[in-house]
């Protein structure tokens, strides 16, 4: 059943082709929504030429438009992000910011168009930092209106001030390997629910 699609941004800090844990990661949920019945595409956000800003359109060739009216056609949305200095990417709060737009963008029945979408994290770093992005993360997305499914993150943390990435680490780690599948299982079963129910019109 492929009755569900799935946008994974990825917000590494490395334009294509340039190697990037988050990508990997990127693509392992993907694989896994593949496994709900859910179809995906991925893109790294440095490639779209995305403008500083809050609105859904900050002219002069933003890239923001496209990739926004990508994530409205998906009934999911990840974000998958490095951490620096325990926080999620610039890339990604920048995302974040022109997400706030959508507070401004209803239906007709007064419904935020994020309505009904599910949210995802992923998270990759040689630092402590996980929880602490994945909490911002969360509550942003959740804030603009997405909802959340139980166990909404997948992550790899490697040893602090060390070299290995995660697209170092062979074979996958069985726990990050087992909390992706986890993230794609609930948020493809939280889609479907809300594609049959949808949230109740605005008073």
Not at 54 to 67: H, I, K, N, S
Not at 160 to 182: F, H, I, L, N, W
Request: contains cysteine; hydrophobic residues 40%.
């Amino acid at each position: 059943m492929t009755d569900l699609s799935c946008l994974v941004l990825n917000c590494t800090l490395k334009p294509t082709p340039e190697e990037s844990s988050s990508q990997l990661l990127g693509s392992q949920v993907l694989q896994a929504f593949r496994d709900h019945g859910v179809i995906g595409t991925m893109e790294r956000v440095v490639d779209h030429g995305v403008r500083f800003g809050v609105t859904t359109d900050e002219g002069g060739g933003d890239g923001w438009p496209a990739l926004r009216q990508r994530m409205l056609d998906a009934d999911v949305l990840v974000l998958v992000t490095p951490i620096w200095l325990g926080q999620p990417s610039s890339v990604c709060k920048m995302v974040l910011e022109r997400l706030d737009a959508e507070l401004s963008e209803t239906d007709d029945d007064g419904r935020l168009l994020t309505y009904g979408k599910v949210a995802g994290i992923g998270v990759v770093g040689n630092e402590d930092g996980a929880h602490h992005v994945t909490a911002e993360l969360l509550q942003a997305l959740n804030d603009v209106g997405f909802t959340i499914p139980a166990s909404a993150a997948t992550y790899w943390v490697g040893e602090a001030m060390q070299a290995v990435d995660y697209k170092d680490v062979s074979p996958t780690p069985e726990k990050t390997e087992g909390t992706t599948r986890t993230l794609a299982r609930h948020a493809a079963h939280l889609a479907r629910l809300l594609a049959g129910s949808s949230y109740p019109a605005a008073e």
